[in-house]
């Protein structure tokens, strides 16, 4: 059994994934641009000319710790607030992060529609 967006023609999952594309979107995507390279939620921030992310973490790094000028751009989240968290995080606005393709977004969530979370 599949899911139900595997059921959708082509056409209809690009017009929800382009509808879903949006400032504000969470998505939980596959980031090679990670040490190691792994799933992560990320908040579109723009999207023109290209998808400009915030990445979520579950904990602050330490050399952000250290800095306050970084500790500022650490914005908590509460599990309780967002349903797909599984536990308290941190949405990290000190820096913004882009994919190398730009397309390589839209392409995850073509492959999987269960990827765009929430907003």
């Known amino acids: 059994m599949g899911r139900l967006g595997d059921h959708f023609a082509p056409e209809d999952r690009r017009e929800h994934v382009r509808r ?10 596959d980031c090679d641009f990670t040490t190691p ?34 500790l500022a751009g ?12 599984r536990h308290d995080s941190f949405l990290d606005c000190s820096e913004v992060k882009r994919f190398a393709d730009p397309g390589e977004i839209a392409g995850q969530l073509l492959a999987d529609l269960s990827r765009i979370r929430g907003s």
Not at 20 to 29: A, I, R, S
Not at 51 to 67: A, K, Y
């Open 37 to 70: 390279p792994k799933p992560k939620y990320a908040v579109v921030v723009c999207t023109d000319p290209e998808p400009l992310l915030f990445l979520v973490n579950s904990r602050i790094n330490p050399f952000i710790q250290r800095h306050p000028d970084l």
């Open 74 to 85: 650490q914005v908590p989240l509460k599990a309780a607030d967002y349903p797909f968290l």
């Open 20 to 29: 879903q594309l949006v400032p504000g979107q969470v998505l939980y995507l």
